[in-house]
């Protein structure tokens, strides 16, 4: 199971969002999208932004993208 849930991850990644504005982030299908790339940056060798010693690169990535060191970027960044 993923800690923490992908709601919670939605709100992280959303909570830059001005009242009126489109959210960032709509569905699940980013989120996994988004950690799976991010998981594969790690694999090549790129610097993990948090603790990563004994994890594996996803559980990184999900703990990167919940303490707001990466973001999503919408369709128009």
């Known amino acids: 199971m993923?800690?923490?849930?992908?709601?919670?991850?939605?709100?992280?990644?959303?909570?830059?969002?001005?009242?009126?504005?489109?959210?960032?982030?709509?569905?699940?299908?980013?989120?996994?999208?988004?950690?799976?790339?991010?998981?594969?940056?790690l694999i090549d060798g790129s610097e993990a932004l948090v603790d990563s010693k004994g994890k594996k690169p996803l559980s990184v990535a999900v703990e990167e993208l919940n303490q707001g060191k990466i973001k999503i970027l919408g369709d128009e960044e």
């Open 2 to 41: 993923l800690h923490p849930s992908y709601s919670d991850l939605m709100k992280v990644v959303n909570s830059e969002v001005e009242p009126g504005e489109a959210p960032v982030v709509n569905s699940r299908y980013s989120i996994v999208m988004a950690t799976s790339r991010r998981a594969r940056q």
